[in-house]
């Protein structure tokens, strides 16, 4: 499985999510909001009013910190 993780400094919900994909032993590649890119592009391809983080996997996306634990659940992941 491949997961993305669309974060930004200072949020404690993506710091949450990063921690349990690691505790899980789960690579993932983050890409950081003013470094990787802008908040117009977070807004283009998750929409307005979209919060963070935004997790992908394999494509589909997952959602947030609470919808990502879930689905790691979901799956026997955790």
Same mark, same amino acid.
């Given at each position: 499985?491949?997961?993305?993780?669309?974060?930004?400094?200072?949020?404690?919900?993506?710091?949450?999510?990063?921690?349990?994909? /690691?505790?899980?032993?789960?690579?993932?590649?983050?890409?950081?909001?003013? /470094?990787?890119?802008?908040?117009?592009?977070?807004?283009?391809?998750?929409? /307005?009013?979209?919060?963070?983080?935004?997790?992908?996997?394999?494509?589909?996306?997952?959602?947030?910190?609470?919808?990502?634990?879930?689905?790691?659940?979901?799956?026997?992941?955790?």
């Amino acid at each position: 499985m491949k997961f993305i993780v669309y974060s930004k400094e200072e949020c404690p919900h993506c710091y949450q999510v990063k921690t349990v994909l /690691e505790l899980c032993g789960i690579d993932y590649t983050t890409y950081e909001l003013g /470094e990787d890119y802008s908040k117009e592009e977070f807004i283009d391809k998750f929409g /307005e009013g979209s919060t963070f983080p935004r997790v992908i996997c394999d494509g589909q996306l997952i959602g947030g910190a609470k919808e990502t634990v879930a689905y790691l659940k979901t799956n026997s992941i955790v």
